[in-house]
């Protein structure tokens, strides 16, 4: 058989034998003829192909048209579906890059000897998922099952790391949340965090229902002993959809929490503009009143008539003063 084919969208397309041990990389020409042979299966990883190259995979396998549409598309929702003897399965990818997050697709075909990964957008290489099965090989020995745990495995892990940046920057974001000042930047941090997790949400939470009938069903695809370790999965992804679910909880509270402040501040801010204003109304009434240049007016021609009324209006002013101190207006 000949070596692997030169071009950038394939990335590996590798033969193993039936004990789980590396054979041989495959051209994609000769794939047919290794699954002519009795035992071991084939793994092929492909990077964003195109049509042409697509259309030769499912001359090899003997795909549905159906499957190879939605594989060329990186728009589809994450699912599991079965065409004949084969699985076509869609699951969302997330990665960091430059601290920020940016989601991708993987559609994955599995079949009795073969498991095909077609990368789109963001998302690592499963060089270290292949790695691992091929320092495993007894595990291996299942088939392409197998295999396709190791890239399932690998895409939960992947999001462990995001979801342990979003904690970090939830806990930066705490020291701002409880200000009793607006800060838009604060609000928008928050907003922004939120709809990632959202997004992050949507990428894993359907990845439950994939693993879980994956550990239950096809049991043609799937060996018995690899569902052990699918359901290891599961847990890994519900741990990473509960703690998403935790955040935005969190994100939402501390939403509340931010707004409730910013509004108590601003309500204490009014309560004292409203009693320095109801300061100022006792002089302002008295001082309106004497200021009306009526003739006959009280106390004008009596010689102390002016420092009463000063007094009287301190006097006024000071309870005021007292009164609302007392009930914290200032």
């Known amino acids: ?7 950038p969208m394939v990335v ?16 994609l020409d000769d794939i ?18 195109d049509t042409a190259l697509m259309e030769k995979l499912q001359e090899e396998f003997g795909l549905h048209d159906l499957a190879i549409e939605d594989a060329l598309k990186a728009h589809q929702r994450p699912k599991i579906e079965v065409y004949g003897d084969s699985l ?29 990964t077609v990368r789109h957008g963001a998302s690592l290489s499963y060089a270290p ?23 399932l495995d690998f895409i939960v892990d992947n999001f462990q790391p995001i979801v342990a940046s979003f904690q970090t920057t939830l806990r930066e974001l705490e020291s701002d949340i409880f ?8 609000i928008l941090r928050l907003y922004r965090l939120k709809r990632e997790l959202t997004t992050l949400r949507l990428a894993v939470a359907p990845l439950q229902d994939i693993l879980a009938q994956l550990v239950r069903l ?15 999965v599961s847990d890994h992804a519900i741990r990473v959809n509960e703690s998403t679910d935790t955040m935005r909880e969190m994100l939402t509270a501390a939403l509340s929490v931010n707004l409730a402040l910013v509004t108590v501040a601003q309500g204490e801010v009014v309560k004292r503009l409203a009693g320095w204003a109801a300061l100022l109304a006792a002089p302002t009434l008295v001082a309106s009143w004497y200021g009306m240049n009526f003739v006959h007016m009280p106390e004008l021609d009596d010689r102390y ?11 006024v002013v000071a309870g005021l003063f007292v009164a609302l101190r007392r009930a914290r207006w200032l």
């Not at 790695?131 to 890239?151: F, I, K, M, N, W």
């Open 1 to 7: 058989m000949t070596d692997t084919l030169a071009q």
């Open 12 to 27: 590996n397309c590798v033969a193993y034998n039936a004990d789980g041990t590396r054979r041989c990389d495959v051209a």
């Open 32 to 49: 047919s003829d290794f699954l002519a042979e009795p035992e071991g299966f084939v793994w092929i990883g492909l990077h964003e192909p």
């Open 88 to 116: 076509f399965i869609v699951v969302q990818t997330a990665q960091l890059v430059d601290g920020e997050i940016r989601f991708g697709e993987t559609h994955i075909f599995l079949g009795p000897r073969y498991l095909v």
């Open 129 to 151: 998922a292949r790695a691992r099965c091929e320092r495993e090989p007894d595990c291996v020995t299942v088939g392409p099952s197998y295999a396709l745990y190791a890239v």
């Open 179 to 186: 200000k009793e000042t607006f800060d838009r930047a604060t």
């Open 218 to 232: 096809y049991p043609n695809l799937i060996h018995k002993e690899t569902r052990l370790y699918l359901r290891d």
């Open 305 to 315: 008539a002016y420092p009463i009324v000063i007094a009287a209006t301190v006097g």
